[in-house]
């Protein structure tokens, strides 16, 4: 029976990893996996040898040098009688139990293992070593962690050979006499010199870890002036301490006088005492923190220097901006471009609307934080919200089973994407690509999303049912028809075409109707693992990943864009910071990291998964980070050059905000460069609280993607951005804004070749007598202003909800211009939110109206000399603006009577939809229509005045 047990868990097991194999294989990264399990399978073997052989030679030695004719007391006497029995089990089984811990323990660092074995040079050496820096990031962990295991066996057989010795005895208490064998003395002394000898080791390569631990204060990371002075050299002494009472064990050995090591063993505590820790406290005491701005002012500079080289900041770009304050009239004639681009429609509010306008079916989704791409249309980049439009499952409701969740509802369908400064007249999104087929700017280009975040646990397809397409593909058809159906065609998932792999996928998914099912044949492929995460971490198991993936069309495909980081928390003298810290804010929950404190981080891979077929391709996109180069080495050609990147995939590719959060994060306190400022705090900056959100948890506003005009360019650029305030206590003195940083997020569109601005960084530094409103404070403008509060209040009326968008902010007009949409949404269960108004703040002068180009010639004194991109378009979802041009003759006159015939209607249709939301009590829908019909017969009347001068 218990054969049987046996067998059935080896199965189970087996059936794992032969998934596992198929799942890798399929998708061309087998070398991953078998890598990794080599490594960890000859690490295991190692840990274990390394720890059972020492401890059983060490357990043998000692039974096998015992006294035979030792007299021994009566009570140890029947310790052996108890013991005997079982002796050639625990001298077998005792080194094989600590063995496979250990082997457990070192097959979990086969990473360190292959870091060290393949270990690229970084090219910089550090301050107070000067080592490559390579050293401290591939080799000291390696050298640290051996050391650790060496001891730890040493340890261990000098406490199993105590034992046996005792046990058998070789050691002899009588009263306050200790008399101990011959060979149990050599064994014991050489033993215990060993364990001394690594502990020197262990010592001498603790001085350099003195430059990654916390110091100052916690102000910087590294060596200071205390471990410099006092630290690195007293660890040296001990080192030598050490290895000269290691020496006294073995002398020992020979001559058999305890006493000296004894007396040796006792001078290394002491030395530990005053040479480790007193000493350097009183040099920190009574030398250091009466001056401790002046000495330190040299280790400082070290930690800010590395610290802006490890996060990428070295190279930053840092422009004094005096920026105004007043609005002037035409002051945004310039920035005309920019103006034009401004992006009106919220990503993190307009998934309801994507809802109700393209979801079509309950069993379609999108996510509810949309993705900010662009797109060149008619030869000009456009900014646009995207989604897709993937599979949710749970809205089937009482359509659900087996057959249907696995075979019919497999994927998705299409992309949907809407203009980012564009509204229609009503308020909705204005779709450069939306409906079912999908249809509109982007070309052809499969649409089935059979990959991606919301997809099933897994799904069987590529498999027709006696010949004929069982996967719906959507609703709707040729003709009359009600749904469409396909058969998947791709290479997704590993084959089910016999029934062994049916049998082991059964076990996987605990699902005997994998193996049962009719609908399952040779054809069938099993598609899982299917969120682009995912697949990312488990063929790249060595990048942490962007905690965003966003869709795109790219090359004919949608294709799932990842970024991923190498990092690491061992840079000398780099800040160390939480990473899911940095990351959290309003729009991103806190993610969780296995391993969250770093000092050093590189988008060094960019990443894609196909949404029809799940491929992944990884991009080497910074190919000199050394963390990379190494990594390379391990799993060779799985990582592609940029080369291969094509143009069309390069040109949407973006700046990754996690990347940025970290890095403005680092420069809040590191966009000080002078030691002496830095030291002193003086000039500290944080990130503002969103102020559309102030009480969610965390609280920070996110950056935002806004294609702009930056002081230093010569024209706009896809940037991301994020604003400074002082880190103070005093709320009054956290309300101005200090700092504004953009990255260039534009990778260009040349094959294989990033634009030499893709990643710059900007610093624009406001005067420290400035009193430029920060968001809260403009936020708080807003609300409080009696004009805005009363026209708010209104849209409030009924049963409605406002809604207020991201608070963007620009550096225009020599200032700072704030822009914020405003939602109006009803109640109902299938209301969204709809784009009514536009607020927009310069200096402390506001102004709320129904566009943006409106409200910003009311804030710049009737011109603002700015082109606004929110044009309303016609409800119906052209992509095109009306022509607004005339002409002359009888092609005019009949235009204006078309116009004055259109506009009439549209006044009849408003004023039945009036009266309908009067009888519903749909406030929202009543001021909607009325504001319709108003806008309506003035076109009418200008209509017609038009076709009366003709």
Wanted: aromatic content about 10%; some cysteine.
């Amino acid at each position: 029976m218990g054969v049987i047990v046996a067998l059935v868990i080896l199965f189970f097991v087996f059936a794992g990893l032969y998934a596992d194999i198929l799942w890798y294989q399929q998708l061309g990264f087998l070398n991953v996996l078998t890598t990794q399990w080599l490594a960890a399978g000859v690490m295991f073997f190692i840990g274990f040898l390394g720890m059972a052989v020492p401890l059983w030679l060490a357990i043998q030695l000692a039974y096998r040098l015992r006294p035979v004719y030792a007299k021994l007391n009566t009570q140890l006497d029947r310790y052996q009688q108890v013991i005997e029995p079982l002796r050639r089990l625990a001298m077998y089984g005792i080194p094989i139990v600590f063995g496979i811990f250990a082997g457990v323990s070192a097959g979990s660092r086969w990473q360190t293992v292959l870091l060290w074995l393949n270990g690229t040079p970084y090219g910089k050496t550090d301050a107070q070593f000067h080592l490559d820096i390579g050293f401290y990031l591939f080799a000291l962990p390696f050298y640290r962690s051996l050391v650790g295991f060496a001891s730890a066996v040493v340890i261990i057989s000098l406490i199993a050979t105590l034992a046996t010795c005792y046990l058998y005895g070789s050691i002899r208490v009588s009263g306050r006499e200790v008399r101990i064998s011959k060979s149990a003395r050599i064994q014991i002394a050489v033993t215990a010199a060993l364990y001394l000898l690594l502990q020197a080791v262990s010592i001498w390569l603790d001085r350099f870890a003195t430059v990654t631990d916390a110091n100052v204060n916690d102000m910087i990371n590294g060596a200071a002036y205390t471990d410099v002075n006092a630290t690195i050299p007293g660890r040296a002494v001990l080192a030598g301490i050490a290895v000269f009472v290691a020496v006294l064990f073995i002398v020992t050995a020979f001559v058999g006088r305890w006493r000296f090591p004894i007396v040796g063993t006792a001078l290394l505590i002491v030395a530990a005492l005053v040479v480790g820790a007193i000493y350097p406290w009183i040099v920190q005491r009574f030398q250091v923190e009466p001056s401790q701005k002046t000495l330190e002012t040299p280790y400082v500079q070290r930690g800010i220097d590395a610290t802006r080289d490890a996060y990428g900041l070295s190279s930053i770009d840092v422009i004094p901006y005096n920026a105004k304050t007043t609005a002037e009239q035409g002051a945004l004639r310039k920035d005309a471009q920019t103006t034009a681009q401004i992006r009106i429609i919220d990503p993190a509010v307009v998934s309801p609307s994507f809802r109700q306008l393209e979801q079509f079916r309950q069993y379609y989704a999108f996510p509810n934080n949309l993705a900010v791409d662009r797109y060149n249309i008619d030869g000009n980049d456009q900014d646009a919200v995207v989604a897709v439009r993937e599979l949710q499952q749970s809205g089937l409701t009482s359509a659900r089973n087996w057959y249907n969740d696995t075979v019919v509802y497999t994927h998705g369908y299409g992309l949907v994407a809407a203009y980012g400064n564009q509204r229609s007249t009503d308020g909705q999104p204005v779709f450069l690509e939306s409906g079912i087929p999908s249809k509109g700017s982007l070309g052809t280009y499969e649409p089935r999303i059979y990959f991606g975040q919301q997809s099933p646990t897994y799904s069987i397809v590529g498999g027709p049912k006696d010949g004929k397409a069982v996967e719906l593909d959507y609703p709707g058809g040729e003709g009359d028809a009600q749904q469409t159906y396909t058969t998947f065609d791709g290479n997704g998932g590993p084959k089910l075409d016999n029934i062994f792999k049916r049998l082991v996928y059964a076990l996987k998914f605990q699902d005997e109707q994998i193996v049962l099912s009719d609908a399952v044949n040779s054809d069938s492929q099993i598609l899982y693992d299917r969120d682009p995460i995912k697949r990312v971490q488990k063929v790249a198991p060595y990048l942490t990943l962007d905690s965003q993936a966003y869709p795109t069309v790219v090359d004919g495909r949608v294709k799932w864009v990842i970024d991923g980081y190498t990092t690491s928390d061992q840079f000398p003298y780099s800040h160390v910071g939480s990473l899911s810290d940095a990351i959290a804010d309003t729009e991103t929950p806190k993610p969780a990291y296995a391993f969250d404190d770093i000092n050093y981080i590189r988008n060094s891979v960019k990443a894609t998964v196909d949404a029809y077929d799940g491929s992944v391709t990884l991009y080497a996109w910074d190919d000199k980070d050394p963390v990379l180069k190494t990594w390379e080495k391990i799993f060779p050609t799985t990582v592609k050059p940029i080369s291969d990147m094509s143009a069309q995939l390069m040109s949407h590719v973006r700046y990754p905000a996690d990347l940025f959060k970290v890095q403005r994060s680092v420069l809040g306190q590191y966009h000080v460069t002078d030691a002496g400022s830095f030291y002193s705090r003086e000039d500290a900056w944080t990130t503002p609280n969103d102020p559309v959100s102030a009480q969610s948890s965390p609280t920070l506003q996110p950056p935002y993607y806004l294609t702009m005009q930056m002081p230093g360019q010569t024209a706009p650029e896809f940037s991301l951005y994020t604003t400074f305030i002082p880190q103070a206590s005093s709320e009054a003195s956290r309300s101005v804004l200090k700092g504004y940083l953009s990255v260039d997020s534009n990778a260009g569109s040349t094959k294989g070749v990033r634009a030499d601005s893709y990643g710059k960084l900007r610093l624009l530094t406001l005067p420290s007598s400035d009193t430029v409103p920060g968001p809260g404070q403009v936020q708080n403008s807003f609300n409080s202003d009696p004009s805005v509060s009363q026209q708010l209040n209104l849209l409030r009326q009924g049963k409605t909800d406002v809604i207020n968008g991201n608070l963007l902010t620009l550096p225009v007009g020599g200032g700072l211009l704030y822009v914020q949409p405003v939602y109006v949404k009803s109640t109902g269960e299938t209301s969204y939110p709809l784009l009514q108004k536009v607020l927009v703040a310069f200096g402390d002068k506001i102004a709320f109206e129904d566009t943006l180009d409106q409200a910003l010639d009311v804030l710049f004194g009737g011109d603002s000399g700015a082109t606004a991109g929110d044009t309303n378009v016609p409800t119906t979802g052209g992509t095109t603006p009306p022509s607004t041009g005339s002409g002359g003759g009888s092609g005019s006159t009949e235009t204006n009577n078309a116009a004055l015939q259109q506009a009439l209607l549209d006044a009849r249709a408003a004023l039945t939809d009036r009266a309908a939301a009067l009888k519903a009590g749909d406030w929202t829908a009543y001021g909607l229509a009325d504001a319709r019909l108003t806008k309506a017969l003035q076109q009418a009347l200008q209509a017609e005045g038009s076709t009366s001068t003709k």
